[in-house]
């Protein structure tokens, strides 16, 4: 069964920083783009950034400068690099893996206090 686990996330005051990891349990997804989404309580899952297999990336504009997303694909890892945290980065943060299948991690809190 295919899983993509995530770590890293926790309580960090504004300003700080956290690091995001996302291990997949096939190296099948070194070939397929992969990327982070996040949720904050009462609003739609939105799309932060993506790496492509060749290692290309995209971000949102609300992370642009701050957030930094890596992958190492002898380790069937994506990383997100996390620095000057807002409050408004408050979220669930979810891995994806588009390959075909729409594959999902189950998602690490990250809270920014003010």
């Known amino acids: 069964q295919v899983q993509l686990v995530e770590s890293g996330g926790g309580l960090v005051q504004a300003g700080g920083s956290l690091r995001l990891s996302c291990a997949a349990s096939t190296s099948v997804f070194r070939v397929f783009p992969m990327g982070w989404y996040r949720q904050a309580p009462g609003k739609q899952r939105e799309w932060v950034t993506t790496?492509?297999?060749?290692?290309?990336?995209n971000y949102a504009e609300s992370v642009k400068g701050r957030f930094t997303i890596s992958r190492d694909n002898a380790k069937n890892t994506v990383y997100l690099q996390m620095n000057s945290l807002k409050p408004e980065d408050t979220a669930v943060y979810y891995c994806?893996?588009?390959?075909?299948?729409?594959?999902w991690g189950q998602g690490t809190q990250v809270t920014v206090s003010s």
């Open positions: 790496i492509t297999s060749g290692g290309s990336t």
């Open positions: 994806h893996v588009p390959a075909g299948y729409d594959y």
